[in-house]
């Protein structure tokens, strides 16, 4: 018996610090890539000769849970995803809170998931994990009604591509353009936006044109990292102005929306911000939009309070000189538990179908 950790495969994230054999046990912690949140984790177990029976379990232990984000009892609350060779991803059971052994000794917290099988492994992670495969999966079911074409590149030469649904027959479309994954750790709202985009291209609607980044930083992606990268967002927010104005040609935007995921811990309901101090037009336009979503994801997904102000997210470009009015809303989508239930993809893309079809009844 001989435990393997696999860490260095696109999305993980998992800085290895001790692995016993005996104890069946392996412990880590994520790493803040780049900046100071260490939220995201996702790693690979193995085992190339298990013992005969294998054992029951393989406990894994999160390191420093006192300075996970939220705290100890954040972190103690969560229920991570696995999956076993060849298995679809489960939510963990409850974790085991490990009280520190004297005052100056960081606290951990312990999940028992299955021990890997012979020639396999076993896959743990924050929350279901979403790739460009799973991406690909979804335009591949879309037949051609999504376009893909890099608007832009990054440091380093990683391209922010878009997706478009063309240009509809009627003049003047109105316009839709989705902003997700500025956070490259909130595959929450990865998965909301992948129900979005089957729900559009299901409508074929002629009144609509809609353009979506679906990856806002794809280099923090597939480096596993879990916040916003202040380069990065930098870079989108001159790649996003470029874009929108080619968007808000020959069409009537009449939204841009931002899909994110809330904090681990916080109110377990979908929510939506409006940036403060906008056009007059645009915040009643804003609110008009507000209503709409509350109203598709209540009672299942919205949390009480639905609504709240604040600065205009980072990343974002204030609306394109055509259209000053433009509202931008954020839409939060609830981090593994969505009203009082562990949440799975299915439930995150039908938050995503909802806001999508909620916003094609408008007209």
């Known amino acids: 018996m001989s435990l393997k950790v696999l860490n260095r495969f696109p999305g993980a994230n998992a800085a290895v610090l001790a692995t016993d054999d005996r104890a069946r046990e392996v412990v880590f912690a994520p790493e803040p890539r780049p900046g100071p949140e260490a939220l995201w984790f996702h790693l690979r177990v193995a085992d190339p000769q298990p013992p005969a029976p294998p054992p029951a379990a393989l406990r894994v232990r999160l ?24 298995g679809n991803w489960q939510r963990a059971k409850a974790a085991t809170a490990l ?18 099988e012979r020639e396999g492994a076993t896959d743990f992670a924050l929350d279901f994990p979403y790739g460009p495969e799973d991406l690909a999966s979804t335009l591949r079911r879309s037949g051609s009604f999504w376009t893909e074409t890099p608007v832009g590149l990054f440091a380093g030469g990683a391209a922010l591509r878009r997706l478009s649904s063309g240009q509809p027959p ?12 500025r956070a490259p750790g909130a595959a929450p709202s990865a998965w909301a936006l992948d129900g ?25 992606a597939e480096r596993g990292a879990s916040g916003e990268d202040p380069a990065a967002l930098a870079r989108l927010r001159s790649l996003l102005a470029a874009d929108l104005g080619r968007w808000a040609a020959g069409s009537r935007p009449e939204l841009l929306l931002d899909l994110d995921a809330a904090a681990p811990g916080a109110p377990d309901g979908a929510t939506v911000l409006a940036p403060a101090g906008a056009d007059p037009a645009a915040e009643k336009s804003a609110q008009a939009w507000i209503n709409l979503f509350k109203q598709a994801l209540a009672p299942d997904f919205a949390a009480e309070d639905f609504a709240a102000a604040g600065p205009l997210p980072d990343g974002l470009p204030p609306p394109p000189a055509s259209a000053p009015a433009l509202p931008v809303l954020s839409l939060r989508v609830p981090f593994g538990r969505i009203r009082g239930a562990q949440a799975s993809p299915r439930q995150y893309r039908e938050i995503g179908q909802r806001v999508a079809r909620a916003i094609l009844s408008r007209w």
């Open 170 to 181: 009627t003049p003047a479309p109105r316009a839709l353009y989705l902003v997700a994954r």
């Open 63 to 86: 390191a420093f849970a006192d300075a996970f984000p939220g705290g100890a009892a954040t972190a103690a609350a969560l229920r991570p995803v696995y999956r076993t060779r060849g």
């Open 196 to 220: 979005m985009l089957e729900a559009f291209s299901r409508a074929h609607s002629a009144k609509w044109r809609v353009w979506a980044v679906a990856l806002a930083d794809p280099a923090g």
């Open 99 to 116: 009280p520190p052994s004297a005052p100056e000794t960081p606290a951990s917290v312990v999940w028992e998931i299955p021990y890997p």
